[in-house]
């Protein structure tokens, strides 16, 4: 069964400094995609980037960068110049095409220091 | 816009009652979820639709039930057989399809339903 995993139950950050969020998987395919959705206090979640696997090139959207490495399973999140309303639980998901579904890690609450 | 409606923000559930929670989308996506969210955990899923008609059990189905008779609409109702149901439920809805092309849409979410138990 795949599964995604983050190790960091807790993160801060001072505000305008970067911060890196990781994310580890396992499965054995070969074509799959990965995201990082964002949920604020609001509950509501919020599509902050996606990598596509057998693209080589790492993502990045504005301030949002990943480090996709494929070899080793891992895509970690980075956020550049941190706001204070990046605060939020940050959700890795792995996408399933077989079944169409995601499957999420437990989540990274970050917290943004001013 | 388009979007997602989930409705009730908030639902009470007492013993012994089945209580269904409502997901509209006007985005006229093929696939809809359901997921579960505890406190501090990731999302969960329930059961997922990729055609009317049509929807599979998914992590934690028992004690669930789904319908989708539309494809705008998605209800999902929690049994009485759910013996823990006090949680944060989120709907999903995505495009769907066998190309690759179509595998990196990503999931829309709705604000989510707090049910809770009296």
């Known amino acids: 069964a795949q599964t995604v995993t983050q190790s960091q139950p807790e993160m801060s950050v001072q505000e305008a400094e970067t911060v890196t969020l990781s994310c580890t998987y396992d499965?054995?395919?070969?074509?799959?995609?990965l995201f990082w959705y964002k949920q604020p206090p609001s509950r509501q979640m919020i599509l902050v980037i996606r990598q596509e696997a057998y693209k080589q090139q790492n993502a990045t959207e504005n301030r949002f960068s990943v480090n996709f490495q494929k070899a080793a399973k891992s895509f970690s999140l980075k956020i550049s110049d941190s706001q204070l309303g990046d605060a939020a639980m940050y959700f890795c998901?792995?996408?399933?095409?077989?079944?169409?579904?995601?499957?999420f890690g437990a989540g990274t609450i970050l917290r943004v220091k001013s | 816009d388009g979007g997602i409606t989930q409705s009730p923000k908030y639902l009470f559930r007492k013993e012994g009652q089945n209580v269904t929670l409502s997901c509209e989308q006007n985005l006229n996506h093929d696939a809809m979820y359901w997921y579960r969210q505890d406190p501090g955990q990731g999302l969960r899923l329930i059961y997922y639709s990729q055609i009317v008609n049509d929807f599979q059990k998914g992590d934690i189905a028992e004690g669930y039930s789904v319908s989708r008779e539309k494809k705008e609409s998605f209800p999902l109702t929690v049994t009485s057989a759910q013996k823990n149901p006090t949680a944060f439920y989120l709907c999903?809805?995505?495009?769907?399809?066998?190309?690759?092309?179509?595998?990196?849409?990503?999931?829309?979410f709705g604000d989510g339903t707090r049910l809770s138990i009296l």
């Open positions: 999903a809805s995505s495009r769907t399809g066998t190309s690759l092309g179509y595998s990196n849409q990503p999931q829309h």
């Open positions: 499965t054995s395919e070969s074509d799959y995609y």
């Open positions: 998901a792995f996408y399933l095409e077989y079944g169409n579904k995601l499957v």
